[in-house]
Nanobody, 127 residues
Framework: QLQLVESGGGLVEPGGSLRLSCAASGFTLDSYALGWFRQAPGKEREGVACISRSGINTNYPDSVKGRFTISRDNTMNTVYLQMNSLKPEDTAVYYC????????????????????WGQGTQVTVSS
């Protein structure tokens, strides 16, 4: 069974940091482009980071650029999202997603590009 399992969410004060992890089981990540998405109550799911198969290409929306960093460790079969300088508007459920591809440089940010999703982890930024 193919599975992605997120961890590392929680409650943090504004300006704080969190590191999310997403571990894959039942398959290896090295053939997949990977993404992190978030969904706040009443809002659509939006992409916050992607990383290509090769790990060379990454992409972020302006809302998180310079604060969030996506990375991957294929030996650990895990993708990470380091989140710094967190703001209350970052509060959401965060999901990791995977998309198989033969292209080393592909780094999609559209949720419709991804077919495999984790169950999500809650991140709350509040004082």
């Amino acid at each position: 069974q193919l599975q992605l399992v997120e961890s590392g969410g929680g409650l943090v004060e504004p300006g704080g940091s969190l590191r999310l992890s997403c571990a894959a089981s039942g398959f290896t990540l090295d053939s997949y482009a990977l993404g992190w998405f978030r969904q706040a109550p009443g809002k659509e799911r939006e992409g916050v980071a992607c990383i290509s198969r090769s790990g060379i290409n990454t992409n972020y929306p302006d809302s998180v650029k310079g604060r969030f960093t996506i990375s991957r460790d294929n030996t650990m079969n895990t993708v990470y999202l380091q989140m710094n300088s967190l703001k209350p508007e970052d509060t959401a459920v965060y999901y990791c997603a995977a998309r198989t591809t033969r292209f080393q440089a592909l780094c999609p940010m559209d949720r419709l590009e991804f077919g495999l999703w984790g169950q999500g982890t809650q991140v709350t930024v509040s004082s």
